[in-house]
């Protein structure tokens, strides 16, 4: 996708430039075509509505080499990102000019996050590592981005000693030019914000699934996924996915009610689909309607200013922000966030008489484990380490990540001769808290059988 302007040595003296603004991350189809305009960049697009198009703008000179992302996904963005790094250029220059999670300081994209352990991986693959050493000292990368998590580590990073990196350097041009103006002008048509009400729109037919079998439904949602379990008479809906625009939501617009919604975690993965559906219902009554919704997410003690911080950086975005926000919209809509912490008794989420018994067995977190009690800390208490990324060469799992929740749901129906159904929702809990969970409930006779039945 990219274009040579020059070779040889004089390749070296380009500049190459990419801007990447997502404000408005949505997903999209994933059909590549292009476009050729006269007197004008190269574009290549993603077929589809005119505000959610994955957009590649692509300028080619003797001197200059421009790629312009607007709403990119992952991997169109880590392609780029890898081809600038192995070209052949001395003078790099990357602008970050969309969303940011204030914590890690993750760049927010379609479909998930670009990150600097990201950025990191790529700088280190072979064909990167093999262009800077081969003009090793003569290389200089500009990094433009919010002033959030880790980028300003990358100077003193191992494999970037051998070229010069500099994260927001003061040197800035006058923004009152007029090719500064005239370039903003040609993208602003390209950059559609796009409302809540017109990314989660409502459907005329409503109704409810009859099932009639346990039923699974997965909903891709990038870096974060949703599933709807379903039996005849109760559903429950289990996170959200990544995106403002629900994975879930084109299905779900047509159910009258969703019995029961659970929330594993809060992280850049989950917490923008489900924050962006209940905003909604907030917002004006949609459907469907919530039941009981579930989710270890207290409310603040200490609550932020309603006028917020003025001077704030408005493409950041908070986690504890959106907790909150998540934990107000759920009040206005009369639901509290009932904690889900591991029992030797199960919830149950329902049961009749000849048909059967739905049960919610709490795998982790023990709310006695140091893990919640340092999380809780941290979220009364506003600190943002909860959040940031950790710079250190040992592996570390992230508190959010420590304290997910992890479910087993198990349906045992009144048939003695039917199936016994269990499914594991692990939201991001490790394998070694899911491990100790299970333990504890070894002694079940469900769990003593790969496949089972009450009568067996």
């Known amino acids: 996708t990219r274009g040579n302007c020059a070779s040889g040595d004089a390749a070296l003296e380009a500049v190459e430039t990419i801007k990447l603004d997502n404000s408005n991350p949505l997903d999209t189809p994933c059909v590549l075509e292009s476009m050729s305009v006269p007197g004008s960049p190269g574009i290549a697009y993603i077929s589809g509505s005119t505000s959610d198009r994955e957009r590649l703008i692509q300028y080619a000179s003797e001197n200059l080499v421009t790629e312009v992302l607007i709403h990119p996904q992952y991997n169109t963005l880590i392609q780029c990102m890898r081809n600038l790094l192995s070209s052949f250029t001395r003078h790099r220059h990357i602008i970050h000019a969309g969303y940011t999670f204030s914590g890690n300081g993750s760049w927010i994209l379609q479909d998930g996050t670009f990150s600097v352990a990201d950025f990191s991986e790529a700088f280190q693959e072979h064909d990167v590592q093999r262009v800077i050493r081969a003009y090793a000292d003569t290389i200089t990368m500009n990094i433009h981005c919010a002033d959030a998590g ?97 994975c879930f939501w084109d299905f779900a617009r047509h159910l009258d009610r969703l019995d029961a919604v659970l929330m594993t975690r809060l992280n850049n993965s989950n917490v923008q689909g489900l924050g962006a559906v209940v905003s909604r219902k907030r917002d004006a009554h949609v459907y469907p309607q919530i039941g009981h919704f579930f989710g270890n997410v207290p409310d603040r003690k200490g609550l932020p200013s309603p006028d917020g911080d003025k001077d704030r950086d408005p493409l950041l975005i908070d986690l504890f922000e959106r907790g909150h926000g998540i934990v107000s919209d759920l009040k206005a809509l009369d639901l509290k966030p009932q904690g889900c912490y591991r029992n030797q008794e199960p919830v149950n989420l329902y049961h009749k008489v000849g048909h059967g018994t739905l049960d919610m067995y709490v795998i982790s977190p023990a709310r006695d484990s140091k893990e919640v009690k340092e999380f ?62 299970l333990e504890k409930l070894k002694h079940l006779e469900f769990m003593k059988h790969s496949t089972c039945t009450a009568k067996s």
């Open 150 to 246: 880790l980028w300003h580590t990358l100077p003193e990073k191992a494999f970037a000693r051998q070229c010069r990196i500099r994260i927001n350097p003061v040197d800035v041009l006058d923004t009152s030019s007029e090719c500064i103006n005239g370039f903003i002008d040609y993208l602003a048509p390209m950059v559609m914000p796009t409302s809540l009400r017109e990314l989660l729109e409502t459907s005329d037919v409503v109704g409810n699934i009859r099932f009639t079998h346990p039923t699974l439904y997965v909903f891709p949602g990038g870096q974060g996924d949703a599933a709807l379990f379903g039996i005849n008479g109760f559903n429950m809906l289990v996170d959200g996915g990544f995106n403002r625009k629900a």
């Open 376 to 437: 809780l800390q941290k979220w009364h208490a506003g600190d943002q380490r909860l959040f940031a990324a950790r710079d250190s060469r040992d592996f570390n799992f992230p508190l959010q990540n420590l304290v997910s929740i992890c479910a087993l749901l198990v349906w045992q129906p009144a048939n003695p001769d039917d199936t016994i159904t269990r499914i594991l929702f692990p939201g991001s809990t490790p394998d070694f808290k899911i491990q100790e969970g």
